[in-house]
């Protein structure tokens, strides 16, 4: 006779062990540790707290744009566009009446860099001869005064045929540059407020490049021909910290054949004449001062008729305007804190379980150690981003209002509101960029299961970075915002950046080499591989 | 107190990290150095000062010093062995004494090790890159007074960040918060002091706070336009250094363990 054995059994129904009951145990240890919520909530108040203080101290930059003992431009020059920006109106411009609607259609026969280039110490690369963004075409304007609203199509020295109008909008034409043999025929077109823009190879075949509506366009607009040659400006920064400048006004020239009219233009006679102020040197260097830096004088902008010809000489530049210096960016680098904060209390969250042998229940109760890594990535992340979300708001805003009662003023700074596209984009992406930090952070107390080394590896990536960029010359610092996870604070940008201004861009001036997404994007991936690494190294390691 | 900077000498050669710490902060100092030294050249940067270059990797090295300091005191905490360690050694002080000594002792030897690595990398890699006698710039030697200031002084740098790094951890008592107010300390400030948009006080901060004040060891041309002398600025981190060891030690003494 055998007598079966029925094992024991508990009487209760065994529990769940979905990924909502781990996603809670996690939860419950982050929020039962009274230390961590504090270091946390410190976290926030520093992201909080230390911008609005760096705006508080952020001195007052009237009336000259300088930053680091280095003068962009007199503010005298800058006018305020259609929509209240800062813009560059500055340029030659052969115009004349027109009364309604009509017509103009030019055959650009060359467009080249003429006068002295602006002088450049040795130590840069000379300027170029014709500036790429040198450009020549038609306007239509509502008048002389800049700042204006404008459309113009135009041929430039480097970038095609292109359709601008009120300073920030470019509409990218055909391609290709001009010669003599192959002249370029630009025609603008006005209907009431709609001004099309059309470009041909031989004067026959047109292809429409935009067509656009000015508001506020009167009825008698100033239309004719223009050039423009943007400043030459060169930045360096050496090693040790510091930045050198250099550069100045350019011209050039272009010869425009064919001018047919057509519509209604009452006065019959061309008036030349520089919209806006005659470009003077712009930038002052911190290692030549003023006129020691050499830079010419402007030769004076002209135009010839002959015949059907029109030689035109101009410089200046018809585009937004961006300064040097953001100061909303500087005042944000006080978040810094706040994220030094994060990475600490990150890396604990994980490296505490090794530290007390917690890791040990932990797996057992939950054996797919992927999922534990995801679950606390989950928890981290969230609470992270929830804690910096609230610092960046409250800091974004006080920033910006102490920053605007300091003098940092439109048009040349803008006063972005919380809900503006550059207030949602800082906000929303220092919260994200902590969150994505403290996820690093916890990766890397996986692999180390060490807080001291986590916390000093994860500042080694994120931080440092930003120290090299600083200290290093153009290249590696560049180097270093481009390829770290420092790239991310890339979001923390508020000067707009317009592909159709050429500014120079360097790390010392806290420009990045990549835009807001882009950045982040790097730092995205530097975590994605480093939460692989973890999750491969505690499923192959013993706890 | 021999026999307590025995024990302490005994405690940090056998803890595990410490070996393998040395090394990386040899390694990275001497690598960044080097790196730097390779990258940064004449057209471009001819105004830097070469010797201050080649000591680049200081700023990095500093970090795994940092950690090596903190760990020798709060690994005490996570483990307990603080208890076992005071009930040998009851007078509190004298260990934070010996605990300095020995960890200075190591971090200098190590110190001069990845300095003079970071100098003959500069005097190797940096004519190379137009540094050249023809340029006006001298052969890194320390026979010139100016560059064995600057490289003893790093190497008293490091020290005094080690130190910082102690009295930071006996004040806090873990790892992770002790760390990250050090490089927090060390690494936060520099970035602000270059771009904040104040005169007043990014000459404040240059002055004053422990990374670039103590950094200033390693200047050799233009003493005249820096913020704070050389041994001056030196002096500023071992105030730092100062006033974290007497928290450390004042709150070691108070202090239930």
Redesign the interface.
């Given at each position: 006779m055998t007598a079966t054995i029925t094992p024991y059994r508990s009487a209760q129904q065994s529990g769940h062990d979905g990924f909502a009951q781990l996603l809670r145990a996690e939860w419950t240890k982050f929020r039962t540790m009274r230390g961590w919520i504090i270091a946390m909530l410190a976290a926030a108040a520093a992201t909080a707290l230390a911008p609005t203080a760096l705006a508080g101290i952020a001195k007052s930059n009237d009336p000259e744009v300088c930053a680091h003992g280095l003068c962009q431009v007199e503010s005298s020059t800058v006018a305020t566009g259609p929509d209240g920006e800062a813009v560059s109106d500055s340029f030659y411009f052969v115009h004349q009446p027109l009364a309604g609607n009509g017509s103009l259609t030019v055959a650009v026969g060359s467009l080249r860099g003429t006068g002295l280039p602006p002088f450049v110490p040795r130590k840069f690369s000379p300027a170029p001869r014709t500036q790429p963004w040198a450009k020549a075409g038609i306007l239509v304007k509502a008048g002389t005064r800049p700042g204006s609203p404008y459309a113009a199509i135009m041929v430039t020295a480097s970038h095609g045929v292109r359709m601008q109008y009120d300073f920030t909008h470019d509409i990218a034409g055909p391609a290709g540059s001009v010669r003599a043999a192959s002249p370029r025929w630009l025609r603008l077109t006005r209907a009431g407020d709609t001004l099309t823009g059309y470009s041909s190879a031989d004067g026959r075949h047109w292809t429409r490049v935009g067509t656009v509506h000015l508001a506020g366009l009167p009825a008698t607009a100033q239309a004719g021909l223009f050039v423009a040659s943007p400043d030459y400006t060169v930045d360096t920064q050496s090693f040790g910290g510091g930045d050198q400048g250099a550069g100045g006004p350019t011209q050039a020239t272009a010869v425009f054949g064919s001018v047919t009219r057509r519509g209604d233009w009452p006065a019959g006679a061309w008036t030349g004449g520089h919209v806006g102020p005659v470009g003077q040197p712009a930038k002052v260097s911190v290692t030549c001062n003023g006129s020691a830096c050499g830079s010419a004088p402007p030769k004076p902008d002209r135009f010839r008729q002959s015949a059907g010809t029109f030689t035109v000489a101009g410089s200046g530049d018809i585009a937004p305007f961006e300064p040097i210096v953001d100061p909303l960016q500087v005042a944000l680098y006080g978040t810094l804190f706040g994220v030094i904060a994060v990475i600490a209390v990150a890396a604990v969250y994980i490296t505490g379980e090794y530290r007390r042998g917690m890791i040990r229940t932990t797996l057992a109760a939950s054996p797919r150690r992927g999922r534990v890594i995801a679950a606390k990535a989950i928890v981290i992340g969230s609470v992270t981003f929830v804690a910096g979300l609230a610092g960046a708001a409250v800091a974004f805003v006080f920033a910006e209002r102490k920053l605007t009662a300091l003098g940092w003023a439109p048009p040349v700074w803008h006063d972005w509101s919380l809900t503006s596209q550059v207030g949602v984009r800082v906000v929303v992406g220092t919260a994200a960029l902590m969150a994505v930090t403290a996820l690093l952070a916890l990766a890397a107390g996986v692999i180390t299961r060490r807080s001291a080394g986590a916390v000093t590896a994860v500042i080694g990536l994120v931080i440092v970075p930003l120290v090299g960029a600083v200290v290093l010359p153009t290249a590696p610092a560049a180097w270093l915002l481009r390829y770290t996870p420092a790239a991310a604070f890339s979001l923390q940008t508020s000067t707009l950046r317009y592909p159709q201004v050429s500014t120079s861009c360097i790390p010392y001036h806290g420009c990045y080499p990549l835009t807001p997404w882009a950045g982040f994007a790097v730092m995205c991936a530097w975590v994605v591989l480093a939460l692989g690494m973890a999750a491969y190294l505690l499923h192959r390691r013993d706890a | 107190m021999r026999h307590t900077l025995h024990a302490e000498w005994t405690k940090l050669r056998t803890a595990p990290?410490t070996a393998m710490l040395l090394a990386a902060s040899i390694v990275l100092t001497a690598g960044a150095s080097a790196l730097?030294a390779a990258?940064?050249a004449c057209?471009?940067?001819?105004?830097?000062?070469t010797t201050?270059?080649s000591l680049?990797g200081v700023?990095?090295g500093q970090?795994?010093v940092?950690?090596l300091a903190?760990?020798a005191m709060?690994s005490e905490y996570?483990t307990g062995m603080i208890r076992v360690t005071l009930a040998a050694m009851p007078r509190r002080p004298a260990l934070l004494a010996a605990k300095a000594a020995v960890l200075t002792g190591v971090v200098l030897v190590a110190g001069t090790i990845a300095v003079g690595a970071s100098l003959l990398a500069g005097r190797v890699l940096e004519p190379g890159n137009g540094f050249t006698t023809a340029n006006g710039f001298a052969s890194l030697s320390l026979a010139h007074g100016p560059t064995l200031r600057a490289a003893a002084g790093s190497v008293l740098y490091l020290a005094l960040v080690a130190l910082l790094s102690l009295g930071a951890a006996t004040a806090l008592r873990d790892?992770?918060?002790?760390?990250?107010v050090v490089?927090?300390l060390l690494?936060?400030f520099?970035?602000?002091g270059?771009?904040?948009?104040?005169?007043?006080?990014q000459h404040r901060i240059e002055r004053w706070t422990p990374m670039n004040a103590g950094l200033a060891i390693q200047a050799t041309r233009n003493l005249g336009t820096l913020p704070v002398g050389p041994w001056a600025g030196l002096g500023v981190l071992a105030a730092w250094t100062a006033v974290a060891l007497l928290a450390g030690g004042l709150l070691l003494r108070l202090r239930d363990a």
């Open positions: - | 990290g730097a990258i940064v057209p471009g940067s001819c105004t830097a000062d201050r270059l680049t700023m990095l970090a795994t940092a950690t903190v760990l709060s996570s790892s992770a918060a002790a760390i990250t490089l927090g690494y936060v520099p970035i602000l270059d771009v904040v948009l104040n005169p007043v006080w």
